[in-house]
């Protein structure tokens, strides 16, 4: 009989703890239900090659996340990390599954989409040259000559394909309404055929040139040959075979009285003494006051310095 008294009120204390329990997970539930959140997450990638560039892929992926209600609402989209992995993809484009990283105590629900499809491209750089694209006018008595860039090429770095699509390297500068020289730093710009601005694709060295504009009088000008100056002479037994000057020809401004009646250019001295091989070297233009030239680079001098024998037999060759 007693026996029986305390199996029965074992199963009824068992029944009660159940019954407890139930109870409390109920009221826990109804005070901290289960929600669910969705959310645009930033896609991100990893594991790239250096030779490879992405050109292509989503921006954002969905993701549906469930949880308690408290837990939940406090999740935001800095909590979650969308990724994919670039491990041994191949040029062009490729499918490859989305991983998501929750926090803690956060169920994954699904992402949208699993697959993202991302384009590879691999690296490439070209050697362009940059040129100037004015804006505005300069006073109406004052003119432009050529600019002079420093450095006057720029290495342009990224996807081959959007490489290929480059029509010109650039910068922009105003000359509304200048009266006097210009000299800026200015940021390098690049864009395609459509006047596209190719920037957010690829890296410019230098990022900056130095441009140099010469804005000077509206006077009379002249073009007119450029003749080296050479002093010194020459070691025994050679002689000048040719000379050669780039640019040969060159526009001038100002007070053209005192070099019209020459009708050349003259330039600063090239040395010449003893020399026995060929010579080439940089020089500047020698102008007398009033007279500004329409470039302000360096002339190139080549001078071709052979044994006077070799000469004299040339000379006879063409009289014959």
Not at 39 to 55: F, H, K
Request: charged letters at 25%; a negative charge; proline letters at 7%.
């Amino acid at each position: 009989m007693e026996k029986k008294f305390w199996q029965r009120n074992t199963i009824l204390k068992t029944l009660s703890i159940l019954v407890a329990i139930v109870m409390w997970l109920y009221v826990t539930g109804q005070a901290n239900p289960t929600a669910e959140i969705v959310v645009n997450v930033p896609l991100e990638t990893r594991s790239l090659a250096s030779d490879m560039v992405i050109e292509d892929k989503p921006a954002t992926v969905t993701v549906r996340l469930e949880g308690k209600k408290q837990v939940i609402e406090a999740v935001s989209s800095r909590d979650i990390r969308a990724l994919v992995d670039l491990r041994g993809v191949n040029l062009g484009g490729n499918l490859l599954s989305v991983e998501v990283l929750t926090p803690q105590n956060v169920d994954l629900v699904s992402v949208e989409p699993k697959q993202a499809e991302v384009t590879v491209d691999e690296i490439s750089d070209r050697q362009m040259p940059v040129t100037v694209s004015f804006t505005g006018r300069p006073s109406p008595e004052y003119v432009t000559l050529e600019p002079v860039l420093t450095p006057s090429q720029a290495l342009v770095t990224g996807p081959r394909n959007v490489l290929e699509h480059i029509e010109r390297a650039y910068v922009t500068i105003d000359l509304e309404r200048v009266g006097t020289n210009i000299t800026e730093n200015l940021p390098i710009k690049v864009e395609d055929s459509s006047g596209n601005t190719l920037m957010e694709w690829v890296r410019v060295i230098p990022q900056t040139v130095e441009v140099f504009v010469p804005v000077v009088e509206d006077k009379p000008n002249q073009t007119m040959l450029v003749k080296p100056t050479l002093t010194g002479e020459l070691a025994e037994g050679f002689a000048i075979k040719r000379i050669v000057t780039e640019p040969e020809m060159v526009k001038v401004y100002g007070n053209l009285s005192v070099l019209l009646p020459q009708q050349y250019l003259e330039t600063t001295p090239v040395d010449i003494s003893d020399a026995e091989g060929n010579i080439q070297q940089q020089v500047q233009l020698d102008l007398p006051p009033g007279v500004t030239p329409s470039v302000f680079t360096p002339i190139h001098v080549f001078v071709e310095i052979g044994l006077e024998e070799e000469q004299e037999q040339e000379k006879e060759k063409i009289t014959q």
